[in-house]
């Protein structure tokens, strides 16, 4: 069933596993938090069915091509899940008008106009969240953000165009950014060698 509970359970099951490990013991993970989350509801059937389910898709997430490697390459010791951001927001820096800062950006990278009031402008505080996964792969720093969105409910709202839409409707290209300035931050206070690009 879509939903949060569905979101969160398949998001601990990413955050629990061993991207390398055996098949099995992966499938199990699946299996006790579905579970856990109290998903594996019903006849045995369709219990089994439910359990399948979510093993394919993370199995299918695991071995997806992202660029040359794919998730089941990073080793634990290479990934950081749920890395806790807070950093300081001032005024001082006269850069509070988000609408404006990403305005060009928006139509370039994202086909989207902000209209004003649209994204809250922030200027005071701190600056506080997780991203879902931080790993390296090539000496490249990568964020991965879980999403488990329903979108129209059928395979054909999966196209680029379709996941583009619900991109841009629940302003996801908003996290990405806060999160590249955090993982940048990260990285530039623990690595003598750093270097953004």
């Not at 509801?41 to 089994?48: H, L, N, P, V």
């Not at 997780?130 to 390296?136: P, T």
Request: overall charge negative.
């Amino acid at each position: 069933p879509a939903g949060a509970k569905t979101g969160n359970c398949w998001h601990d099951i990413f955050e629990r596993i061993d991207f390398q490990a055996d098949a099995d013991i992966i499938d199990r993970e699946c299996t006790t938090n579905l579970k856990r989350y109290k998903l594996a509801t019903g006849s045995d059937e369709q219990i089994r069915e439910k359990e399948d389910i979510v093993k394919k898709m993370v199995h299918h997430v695991l071995n997806a091509d992202l660029g040359g490697f794919s998730l089941r390459d990073i080793h634990t010791s290479d990934r950081l899940s749920e890395l806790e951001f807070n950093f300081k927001l001032s005024p001082e820096s006269g850069h509070c008008n988000l609408n404006h800062i990403f305005g060009e950006y928006l139509k370039r990278e994202f086909s989207l106009c902000s209209p004003d009031g649209v994204i809250r402008n922030i200027c005071d505080g701190f600056m506080n969240g997780f991203i879902d996964l931080v790993f390296r792969q090539n000496s490249k720093y990568y964020i991965l953000d879980w999403k488990s969105n329903k979108l129209n409910g059928t395979a054909a709202g999966f196209d680029q165009s379709g996941m583009k839409r619900e991109m841009n409707q629940h302003y996801y290209f908003l996290h990405y950014l806060i999160y590249t300035v955090a993982l940048h931050r990260f990285l530039s206070s623990r690595q003598s060698d750093y270097d953004y690009d």
